[in-house]
């Protein structure tokens, strides 16, 4: 297992803003980041970044967490597997302790196919640059398409032998199981996949291999021209695309995207400068994928080749990325080229000049290329006007909307009202199949709905809490101080955590964890008194850092709801402040103090009840003493309820 002091070292050194900057687009606001959330679909930002906390929050569908965590969520890895991933990203060397062979297998088992991909990757290179059969076939094929060195280093491409199974021969003697190669798409029946191709590995957004495209260079008409990896664990099609990982930054930088087809059209575009530029592959465009491109930037440039029946098909499946709220421009390259042959006809500078000035909107480029084809045909024309009634439709932005109905009308010399109609009657039908297919159908399905807005409900942490169980309200409230500022000083010589905590075993004796209703506030409770005892000091970060994912994760919710309401920056330019007490952060002897008691308060108030249900249980007993305990217990918790509630200034019924 990885050592705590590594761990302590990763923690230490990754910063949780240049983790999420490699996957989504970030934008500073004030001291944090925002941008669109990876964990949910949304069109206005909710997901907040903190650098100063090493946290990140969403607002929106309530995740949370450290760098590891997001790691963790976006990669699907698990937590041993995201801490090696950064410290491989951040050049740290990862210490282990002793490990059983069980847990040994675990780890190799979780890793193998990432492993196997990589090794595959090495192989096809080693095949490429350090073969004779390689290097006349394979490399003299990139050559000629004027692949440099140095670019073919960078998409590591490689080269795959034909003879004698060079792949599985070579895995099995570095000690790779066949059922792993099998299970990665690189051996089908005992032989290599991929046989007499050269090949295009396939990266995820963090770098890593999960699977190849290999393309033929033989005249063999019964084999397809590109072979692409099955389906894996970690390779889906749908969601991948060509050359995100290599993209992704000056996809950011420029905030924009390219997308082409093919894998040499990506390289000829790297090669020429142009780097924030993927490929789909071959494949029709999925809402994956367009996803993938809208965590990066929110704007989108297809590259199409000169093949306009080709264009008309692929256009009517461009609405979907009309319905994620992308900005969508068309590139229609001149008849007969795609990027990579028209690249070399005019050179690197004419063509990022045409990519600029032939950048047509989506729906206006959409609209004059079927208008020319239904000139003079009523018929044709009103397909037509069908056609982008159904594109307008799918923005989800009701302005964007209005605009292109009026830019649409003119063109195609229609009424805005009646485009206005037709697009409404879209709307309505599209909001009844989704109704259709949210509403429950039956008993069961109601339930299960309910469950599911339960779950959602609940990721805003301390609120709802409060609505489904007061207690836990105010537990999750003295966790929030705790963690947020149980190191702080509430005076000379004692801590917020000392004060709070020594209060509380005063008033609850050595029970107070029993009095916890909400486990992983329980847990808190216990390790930040086992901490105290230990005279260890405890901040911030050892929570939201907790190797106990639960921990970590309500810490982070806990941390970040202080930032949830935040007063306007506005106001300290304007010297304007609050006259009657501190700013949030400096506020914490007060918040201390009135978390405390509202805290007993609420457990006197369920003792008080426990101890009425007592006296019910024995009011027809013989034994007075034991009623008269009982009514001295009452008597004494009444008392310290009015005494708690009277400093809180609170109305306590009777």
Not at 293 to 309: E, M, S
Not at 544 to 567: C, G, N, R, W
């Amino acid at each position: 297992m990885i050592s705590q002091k590594t761990i302590q070292e990763i923690f230490e050194t990754v910063k949780v803003e240049d983790v999420i900057g490699d996957f989504i687009k970030l934008t500073r606001r004030g001291v944090n980041y925002i941008g669109l959330c990876p964990f949910h679909n949304e069109k206005t930002p909710s997901f907040t970044v903190s650098p100063a906390k090493n946290i990140y929050k969403c607002f929106g569908c309530g995740e949370g967490g450290n760098a590891v965590n997001f790691i963790m969520g976006v990669e699907q890895l698990s937590y041993p597997e995201a801490l090696r991933s950064l410290a491989k990203k951040y050049n740290i060397d990862i210490e282990e302790d002793e490990i059983s062979e069980e847990q040994r297998a675990q780890i190799q088992l979780s890793d193998s196919l990432y492993v196997v991909n990589q090794f595959a990757q090495e192989h096809f290179s080693k095949q490429l640059f350090e073969t004779d059969y390689g290097q006349s076939v394979g490399l003299s094929y990139f050559k000629k398409r004027g692949y440099r060195e140095e670019i073919i280093q960078k998409f590591g491409l490689g080269f795959a032998n034909g003879g004698n199974n060079d792949l599985l021969q070579s895995a099995l003697q570095k000690g790779y199981e066949a059922t792993v190669l099998e299970s990665a798409g690189l051996v089908k029946n005992n032989r290599d996949f991929f046989r007499n191709r050269v090949q295009f590995p396939i990266h995820n957004v963090s770098g890593k291999v999960i699977g190849f495209g290999g393309r033929i260079l033989t005249s063999n008409k019964k084999a397809p021209k590109y072979l692409n990896t099955p389906e894996t664990d970690i390779y889906n099609k749908r969601k991948s695309l060509y050359g995100i990982y290599q993209a992704r930054k000056e996809i950011v930088k420029q905030d924009l995207c390219f997308m082409v087809e093919g894998y040499t059209d990506v390289i000829s575009l790297h090669q020429a400068g142009v780097e924030n530029v993927v490929a789909s592959s071959g494949t029709s465009l999925t809402a994956e994928q367009v996803r993938l491109v809208k965590r990066y930037a929110p704007n989108l440039t297809i590259v199409y080749d000169g093949d306009k029946a080709g264009i008309k098909a692929a256009l009517r499946g461009l609405d979907i990325v009309i319905e994620q709220d992308m900005n969508v421009k068309v590139v229609l390259l001149p008849e007969g080229e795609d990027p990579d042959s028209y690249l070399k006809s005019v050179g690197s500078t004419a063509f990022k000049n045409y990519l600029a000035e032939a950048a047509n909107d989506f729906i206006l480029f959409k609209i004059n290329l079927l208008l020319k084809d239904a000139a003079g045909d009523p018929i044709k024309k009103s397909e037509v006007i069908l056609d982008i009634v159904q594109s307008i439709s799918k923005i989800p932005n009701s302005l964007k909307r209005s605009v292109y109905v009026k830019e649409c009308a003119q063109r195609m010399e229609m009424s805005e009202q009646l485009l206005h109609t037709e697009i409404n009657k879209r709307l309505q039908q599209n909001a009844q199949k989704s109704s259709r297919k949210s509403y429950p159908q039956n008993k069961q399905d109601t339930t299960q709905q309910q469950h599911k807005t339960d779950d959602n409900n609940q990721q805003n942490t301390v609120q709802q809490a409060s609505s489904a169980n007061n207690n836990e309200y105010q537990e999750l409230d003295i966790s929030r101080i705790l963690i947020n500022f149980g190191d702080k000083e509430i005076e000379a010589g004692t801590t917020v955590a000392e004060f709070i905590l020594l209060d509380l075993l005063e008033l609850f004796d050595m029970d107070l964890i029993e009095e916890f209703d909400h486990q992983v506030c329980a847990w808190i409770v216990e390790e930040y008194l086992q901490n105290l005892k230990a005279n260890k000091s405890v901040s911030t970060a050892y929570f939201t850092q907790h190797p106990k994912p639960e921990i970590a994760k309500l810490s982070v919710h806990l941390v970040a709801s202080m930032d949830e309401y935040q007063f306007s920056e506005g106001w300290e330019k304007l010297n304007v402040f609050l006259n009657t007490q501190e700013l949030p952060e400096k506020n914490h002897i007060a918040d201390a103090k009135s978390g405390i008691l509202r805290f007993k308060l609420k457990k006197i108030e369920r003792m008080i009840t426990r101890n009425h249900k007592e006296i019910k249980k024995i009011q027809d007993s013989e034994n007075e003493t034991d009623i008269i305990i009982l009514m001295t217990v009452h008597q004494k918790l009444t008392e310290k309820r009015g005494e708690l509630a009277k400093v809180l200034n609170t109305v306590v019924l009777r």
